[in-house]
T-cell receptor, first 114, second 111 residues
Framework: DAGVIQSPRHEVTEMGQEVTLRCKPI?????LFWYRQTMMRGLELLIY????????DSGMPEDRFSAKMPNASFSTLKIQPSEPRDSAVYFC????????????FGQGTRLTVV | DQQVKQNSPSLSVQEGRISILNCDYT??????FLWYKKYPAEGPTFLIS?????DKNEDGRFTVFLNKSAKHLSLHIVPSQPGDSAVYFC??????????FGKGTTLSVSS
């Protein structure tokens, strides 16, 4: 398996624009997580899905952020409108372990909002 | 409030010596405790874990210690190697929930 695949790897956008980050989890994994990494806050959980259903979105910072998982092999994280403080590295991770003892991460999307 | 604290942002160690990374937590309901390692421009990768019913787990040069009474987790790397230079995150979870990560500690191992 190719692992968790995220696209794009880098995104530079202007403030106010819509940004969509994409993730393909490992086949057969039924949990999918979105994390954000910043210097100040480290790795923080934004939202996670189980069997395509959002379970906990309490980490989503504002209504400007939304996430979907239309099927088992694809998820998106959208920011609309984007702001400079959204600049960070966004990671997607997946696991098939119901105890969530280990999650497999993608390489991340580095987002810069100018 | 932070449930997980890695109070040392960075650690520098000489090759061959022991590296000790520490993590404190507040939630006594955590079931599993993990360490992840992250190189620049890559995603975090799983390193080692321990369940709440144990106090030590070893895997080669890596040993994780859990002190439940002190709510303290540590990772020992012996001997340290330059390739161990990375950011180390401690992570915790309860069964069926998502991993909660610390802010990370940057380890630098010099030769």
């Amino acid at each position: 398996d190719a692992g968790v695949i995220q696209s794009p790897r880098h995104e530079v956008t202007e403030m106010g624009q819509e940004v969509t980050l994409r993730c393909k989890p490992i086949s057969g994994h039924d949990y999918l997580f979105w994390y954000r990494q910043t210097m100040m806050r480290g790795l923080e959980l934004l939202i996670y899905f189980n069997n395509n259903v959002p379970i906990d979105d309490s980490g989503m910072p504002e209504d400007r952020f939304s996430a979907k998982m239309p099927n088992a092999s694809f998820s998106t994280l959208k920011i609309q409108p984007s702001e400079p403080r959204d600049s960070a590295v966004y990671f997607c991770a997946s696991t098939d372990d119901t105890m969530n003892t280990e999650a497999f991460f993608g390489q991340g999307t580095r987002l810069t909002v100018v | 409030d932070q449930q997980v604290k890695q109070n040392s942002p960075s650690l520098s160690v000489q090759e061959g010596r022991i590296s000790i990374l520490n993590c404190d937590y507040t939630n006594s309901m955590f079931d599993y405790f993990l360490w992840y390692k992250k190189y620049p421009a890559e995603g975090p990768t799983f390193l080692i874990s321990i369940s709440s019913i144990k106090d030590k787990n070893e895997d080669g040069r890596f040993t994780v210690f859990l002190n439940k009474s002190a709510k303290h987790l540590s990772l020992h790397i012996v001997p340290s190697q330059p390739g161990d230079s990375a950011v180390y995150f401690c992570a915790f979870n309860q069964a069926g929930t998502a991993l909660i990560f610390g802010k990370g500690t940057t380890l630098s191992v010099s030769s």
